[in-house]
């Protein structure tokens, strides 16, 4: 069983910052996902057991930068230029299995979330 603790939501004004930290029991492949009111979970990014193959999604790709610490089995989640529709839950999940990594059915395991609300 692989645990994720995640940290670092809250609240910030529009064109802020915040960076959310996810820590592991293994080195995995990991990613975020967010969850607005009423809507579905969306894929935000991932990055590959080795910290060096990264993807995003359009909605953050400049914005929104992952990254991960290999020895401390930390992946990071550095949010600029923050928006209103950024507003979510945030959640961190790894997998084992490597196959649909851009889809929550892709994953195995899931970080308890975190609140980031950006005011307008």
């Known amino acids: 069983q692989v645990q994720l603790v995640e940290s670092g939501g809250g609240l910030v004004q529009a064109g802020g910052s915040l960076r959310l930290s996810c820590t592991a029991s293994s080195r995995l492949l990991m990613g975020w996902f967010r969850q607005a009111p009423g809507k579905e979970r969306e894929f935000v990014a991932r990055?590959?057991?080795?910290?060096?193959?990264?993807y995003y999604s359009d909605s953050v790709k400049g914005r929104f930068t992952i990254s991960r610490d290999t020895i401390h089995n930390t992946v990071y989640l550095q949010m600029n230029s923050l928006k209103a529709e950024d507003t979510a839950v945030y959640y961190c999940?790894?997998?084992?299995?490597?196959?649909?990594?851009?889809?929550?059915?892709?994953?195995?395991?899931w970080g308890q979330g975190t609140q980031v609300t950006v005011s307008s």
């Open positions: 990055i590959g057991r080795s910290g060096v193959l990264k």
């Open positions: 999940a790894a997998t084992v299995r490597g196959t649909s990594p851009d889809y929550p059915t892709g994953y195995d395991y």
